[in-house]
């Protein structure tokens, strides 16, 4: 009898370790919100962008005729709304800087993003003046920046290859 009691009192302990342990709440650091928070936007972050190059690309084609300025117009308009929503986003790069510089890589980002926006409403303008060789300009100007931005704001594993 004394022998099955230990090995009773054994599992009884074994299973009531077990049971608490994966029953509890994990108490949560400061930091894990902060890190599940910037997990969730850096989806939504790439796939706006993402969205947005796709689109881009589909802009590239159709705002050389200006018989198809009304599509360039409804695509730009997407590529705006995207652009817009992506600005309130934080980089995931931004969770691997040090806590000190976090604000001013955040509003840096802010500020590029609205200066893409600008862009991309001047763009618009020229469309609706049928100024398809000004669009086309701002077009490329907004190519150009996107590496240097990427590279900016963008970790590593986030680029495309």
């Given at each position: 009898m004394l022998p099955m009691k230990k090995t009773l009192t054994a599992l009884t302990l074994a299973a009531s370790t077990a049971l608490f342990s994966t029953s509890l709440p994990r108490h949560a650091s400061a930091a894990e919100p902060k890190t599940a928070e910037l997990k969730v936007q850096k989806s939504e972050l790439n796939s706006e962008m993402e969205d947005m190059d796709e689109a881009m690309k589909k802009l590239r084609r159709s705002i050389r005729k200006a018989e198809q300025n009304e599509a360039s117009l409804k695509i730009l308009?997407?590529?705006?709304?995207?652009?817009?929503?992506?600005?309130?986003?934080?980089?995931?790069?931004?969770?691997?800087?040090?806590?000190?510089?976090?604000a001013k890589f955040v509003t840096a980002y802010r500020?590029?993003?609205?200066?893409?926006?600008?862009?991309?409403?001047?763009?618009?303008?020229?469309?609706l003046?049928?100024?398809?060789?000004?669009?086309?300009?701002?077009y490329k100007a907004i190519g150009e920046r996107e590496d240097k931005d990427h590279d900016q704001f963008m970790q590593k594993d986030e680029k495309k290859k």
């Open positions: 308009a997407e590529i705006q709304a995207k652009a817009l929503s992506s600005k309130g986003m934080i980089p995931t790069k931004t969770a691997k800087m040090p806590e000190a510089d976090r500020k590029e993003m609205a200066a893409v926006i600008i862009d991309l409403c001047q763009m618009e303008q020229a469309l003046d049928g100024d398809n060789a000004k669009a086309q300009e701002i």
